[in-house]
């Protein structure tokens, strides 16, 4: 099977850096996926990770480490809206299924 | 292009009734995913849909059952329906599972109270 652990909450303020970290197990490893979702909202894709190392999109950048199964994802200049759960979620073989975290709730504060 | 679209976007139902809920992916995802959210317990797999075949189940009983289309519309179906289903229930399109690229696409979801 698969398990994910991620904080539940954390609280940063506005124009710091946040990170969030997963970390995980599973039978094989496909890439560890990071998804936003907002109160009353759709889960939205913001980055995936199949190889280590550091992938950047804007002010979020997501890393992986596959030996220590682990990753992070990493939220810089934050803003009032960056405010929303955030998910980690992996694929553990082509023929599994994205396997969700159960969020962190965060929440940036002025 | 249109986004993923669920129907009914609220109903409720009382225990015992059972319920189908309907997603229509974006136009040319041949791929469908269900997952059930509740407060806390972030989101739970029930099924995996691709060109009409179940390609995965979650651990969830019988009760819960889903199918889909040949024009990649999916329906799951809830019967004798507990307080414990009260839930949004969410469905995901991709091109092929977003296997290679991580990315699915959620509709808004249904959001299902059961009294």
């Known amino acids: 099977g698969q398990s994910l652990e991620q904080p539940s909450e954390v609280t940063a303020v506005e124009g710091a850096i946040v990170q969030i970290n997963c970390t995980y197990q599973t039978s094989g490893f496909y890439g560890l996926s990071w998804y936003q979702q907002h109160d009353g909202g759709a889960p939205t894709f913001l980055s995936y990770?199949?190889?280590?190392g550091l992938e950047e999109t804007g002010r979020f950048s997501s890393f992986l480490s596959r030996s220590d199964s682990y990753g992070y994802l990493l939220l810089q200049e934050l803003q009032m809206k960056d405010s929303a759960s955030y998910f980690c979620?992996?694929?553990?073989?082509?023929?599994?299924?994205?396997?969700f975290g159960k969020g962190t709730r965060l929440s940036v504060i002025a | 292009k249109a986004g993923v679209t669920q129907t009914p976007r609220y109903l409720i139902k009382t225990r015992g009734q059972q319920v189908t809920l309907s997603c229509s992916p974006i136009s040319g995802h041949r791929s469908v995913s269900w997952y059930q959210q509740t407060p806390g317990q972030g989101l739970q797999f029930l099924f995996e849909?691709?060109?009409?075949?179940?390609?995965n189940k979650g651990n969830f009983p019988g009760r819960f059952s889903g199918r889909q289309f040949s024009n990649s519309r999916s329906e799951m179906n809830v019967s004798t329906l507990e307080l414990g289903d009260s839930a949004l229930y969410l469905c995901?399109?991709?091109?092929?599972?977003?296997?290679?690229?991580?990315?699915?696409?959620f509709g808004e979801g249904s959001r299902l109270t059961v009294l």
């Open positions: 979620a992996v694929r553990g073989s082509g023929n599994t299924p994205l396997v």
């Open positions: 995901a399109s991709s091109l092929a599972g977003g296997r290679d690229t991580g990315e699915l696409f």
């Open positions: 849909y691709f060109s009409e075949t179940q390609r």
């Open positions: 990770n199949a190889l280590d």
